[in-house]
Structure formats: structure tokens, C-alpha cells
């Protein structure tokens, strides 16, 4: 496929690479950021779409997706597919999805999973909002690019999914970590305590897969002194979605509340910033009940 590419940092970048490795023809475009290897370059994002079979953005948010969708949906070409892999809020991915849609193009959004590690390596988890015809014409790039994708619904539904998982995924982070801390006071021994919550209730993700405590569990960012991983401020970012997304919809969600409090004190107050978000168990370990 002839693929434009808009947004080439930590995450764009080795996507787009791996495109260009599956042998799909990819021209970019970042205001920073130098093309990969094997990338053309474009002089601006409305040439990067121009003539595209495809268009993919991976950019920081969604006042900028708005704006890079003003720029590239009247260049692009009818039945082209305009697949925004971001993580945004959800009425700016709908905003654009309803403006590409009323231009005659195809719109989905899939925000991905996996991080850097999961770019480079192509085995991304892609959550995908938009129309059947959208999703099979991005499946085959999603294929290349990750190793799952799952079709959400509608569009916006893949932004939804998105902030769903890392809502529980932040929480959950928060509860393991205070509860390692909790335990070291108790007197309990981290691996005996890995050992009995891992095969228990208590077990999750963030306690199997992503052990907080450093020399306990499968390695982890713990394991080399919190470096991200998936930064605190990434995390917080998340939350904040969520949370924006809650208010829109009249939800409660009080730990997602707590969650999103909590990882702003950490990166805005303390420490966190450029720590893996995991990086919550030594700033409970130093503090005391308030
Ligand atoms: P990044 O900051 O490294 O890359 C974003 C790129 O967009 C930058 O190179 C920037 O120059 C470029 N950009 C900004 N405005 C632009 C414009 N108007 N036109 C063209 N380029 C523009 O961020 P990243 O880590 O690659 O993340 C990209 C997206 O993926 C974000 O929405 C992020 O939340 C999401 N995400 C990141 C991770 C991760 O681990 N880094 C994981 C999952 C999802």
C-alpha cells in the first residue's frame, strides 16, 4: 500500500519502519522528528497524505490530531482510510472520524498497547473503533504492525477501550504498590507475599506480569531502577482521559478519581516524572499514614 505516516516519535517511528520492512511504500511527516530509515520525507503532513491509500497519525494529543485532521482530510484521496493509532480523548476522535466520514474517506481509531518495546517489535495491541470497511482495510496493517487488534465498535470505541484498561491498569498499579508497602511493615516477606497473591484473588497484571517489587516476579522496570516502561506521566495522561471521558458521560468512577489525584501528585509534586509508573511502591515505602 502507498502509506502516509504523520507523527514519527518513540512510537511512530519504528511502526512506520515496520511498514516499510513489510514493503509498503511510507512517506512521513514530523515537525521534529527525522524520518526512519526507508521513510521518504515529506515537506508538510498535507503532501504526506496526498495520494495515500492510507494515512496513519501517532501524535500527542487531540487538539493536535484536530488540527493535523484539518490539514490532511482534503488532501486525501476518496476511499482513502485515515487511521489514527493516538491516544486521544474520545469526542476528538469521533470529531474527526464524523469529518473524514462526511468528506468520503474512511476513518477508524486505534490507539495501540504495548509501548515502544511492542512498536519496535511489532506486537502492538490495536483497540479499533470505526466501520467493518475500515477495519479490514487496517487489518493488514495492524497485522504487520501488532500482534492483536480488536474491533471495538464504532468510532471512538477504540479510545474508549483504551482508557478503560489503563483506568483499571493505574488503579490497580496503585493498590499493588501500597500493598507491598503495607506488607514490609507487617513484616511479610515480598516474595512470600509475591507468591501467595499471584496464585490468589489479589492477582493481576501489575502483581504477575509487572511485579513492582525490584528482584521479585518476572523482570520488570523494578528491576532497573523504575526507568519507564510506561512513564508515570504517560499513566497520568491516561487517567486524565478517562477521567474527561467520565465527566462527558455523567459516570462515577471514584478510584479512577483517586487513581488520576494520585499520579498527579507523583509527577507534578514529587518524583515521578520520567519513572516507570511502577515507581508508586518506593514512594509508598518512604511515606507514613496522613
Ligand atoms: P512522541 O512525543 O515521542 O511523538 C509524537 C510526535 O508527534 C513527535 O515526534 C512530534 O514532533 C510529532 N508532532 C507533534 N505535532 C505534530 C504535527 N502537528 N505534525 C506532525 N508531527 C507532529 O510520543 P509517542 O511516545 O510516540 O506517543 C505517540 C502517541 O502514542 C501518544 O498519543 C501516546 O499517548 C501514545 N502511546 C504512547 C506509548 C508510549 O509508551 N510511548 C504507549 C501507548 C500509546
Redesign the pocket.
Known amino acids: 500500500m502507498k502509506i502516509g505516516f504523520?507523527?514519527?516519535?518513540?512510537?511512530?517511528a519504528p511502526m512506520a519502519a515496520n511498514l516499510v520492512a513489510a514493503g509498503h511504500e511510507v512517506i512521513g511527516?514530523?515537525?521534529?522528528?527525522p524520518c526512519p530509515d526507508g521513510v521518504a520525507t515529506a515537506a508538510s503532513?498535507a503532501q504526506a497524505a496526498r495520494g495515500r491509500d492510507v494515512v496513519i497519525t501517532?501524535?500527542?494529543?487531540g487538539a493536535?490530531l484536530r488540527?493535523?485532521a484539518d490539514e490532511i482530510i482534503p488532501e486525501m484521496d476518496k476511499g482513502a482510510l485515515f487511521l489514527d493509532?493516538?491516544?486521544?480523548d474520545v469526542e476528538s476522535a469521533r470529531a474527526v472520524a464524523d469529518q473524514a466520514q462526511a468528506a468520503g474517506r474512511l476513518a477508524v481509531d486505534a490507539?495501540?498497547?504495548?509501548?515502544?518495546g511492542g512498536a519496535a517489535a511489532g506486537t502492538l495491541t490495536f483497540m479499533a473503533g470505526g466501520s467493518d470497511a475500515g477495519f479490514t482495510m487496517a487489518k493488514p496493517l495492524f497485522d504487520i504492525m501488532g500482534q492483536k487488534a480488536v474491533h471495538c465498535g464504532a468510532s471512538g470505541n477504540g479510545q474508549a477501550a483504551k482508557i478503560c484498561n489503563n483506568m483499571i491498569l493505574g488503579a490497580t498499579m496503585i493498590v499493588t504498590c501500597e500493598a507491598f508497602a503495607l506488607a514490609d511493615k507487617l513484616g511479610l516477606d515480598r516474595q512470600a507475599m509475591f507468591d501467595v497473591v499471584s496464585t490468589s484473588s489479589g492477582y493481576s497484571w501489575s502483581m504477575n506480569v509487572y511485579c513492582p517489587a525490584p528482584g521479585i516476579g518476572p523482570v520488570s522496570p523494578a528491576d532497573n531502577d523504575y526507568k519507564p516502561g510506561?512513564?508515570a506521566e504517560?499513566m497520568l495522561?491516561?487517567l486524565r482521559l478517562s477521567q474527561q471521558a467520565a465527566e462527558a458521560v455523567d459516570a462515577d468512577t471514584p478510584m479512577g478519581r483517586a487513581a488520576a489525584d494520585l499520579y498527579a501528585q507523583f509527577v507534578e509534586n514529587e518524583d515521578g516524572k520520567g519513572r516507570d509508573f511502577s515507581a508508586m511502591l518506593p514512594r509508598f515505602e518512604k511515606r507514613h499514614r496522613s
Open positions: 504523520i507523527g514519527l516519535g518513540n512510537m511512530g511527516f514530523d515537525l521534529v522528528a503532513a501517532m501524535l500527542p494529543n493536535i488540527s493535523v493509532c493516538s491516544t486521544v490507539p495501540v498497547s504495548g509501548g515502544i510506561f512513564a504517560l495522561k491516561d
